[in-house]
């Protein structure tokens, strides 16, 4: 039954993928090896202060994949008004995960170089094996500027297994003249605030070369 759902699901993307208004991607240099490549398609309607858009895309890493491992689709759909939205995300990896991702985002600040965002969100996963589903719930807040750097701090629960607090850095070292090619220096830092893993710190940093088409 996996399997099909499965092969049901990558059919749909295809048709999907098939009216597509636009198609973009990236590679993205990770530092545990190999390239993290994005694929996307999209859909859209309306003005820059109103619009619906949605699609479907295909994530995967070229070392995982080439051992074997499948990649990750998905399909989106979402509101925008005014710098608000609204959005859904499901995402099957096959064999191995699906999520449901609801999300809303407010915009608090936006003068066309900096924004900041708060983001508030709800997801239930089911693990193939073994067989168990959990929700996660969390909300954060997210600032980014034109040139390519953010930042953003939020928390996450699980219930009956814990919670953390999230932080994310990121500064564009450089980019190329039409933005699409850019090398940045990211930092994560992860604080269990309940459950099992409370009071564990957990951090990371590295520089990757990332290029969008």
Known sequence: MASIKANFFILCGLVAVASCQQLSGSASSNPQGGQDIVAVGKVGAGS????????????????????????????????????????LERTITPGIQSTMKENARINFFDDKTHEVDTNLFHSRTHLDKPNFTFD?????LDYSHTRGHGASVGMSNIPNIGSNLDITGRANLWSSPDRMTSFDLTGT?????????AGQNNWGAGVGLTHRW
């Open 48 to 87: 820059p202060d109103l619009n619906a858009v949605g699609g479907v895309f295909a994530a995967g890493n070229t070392d995982k994949m080439a051992h074997g491992a499948p990649p990750t689709l998905g399909g989106f759909a979402g509101l925008n008004v005014d710098g608000h939205g609204l959005s």
């Open 136 to 140: 996660k719930y969390g909300a954060s």
């Open 189 to 197: 830092h992860t604080r269990g605030l309940s459950g099992q893993f």
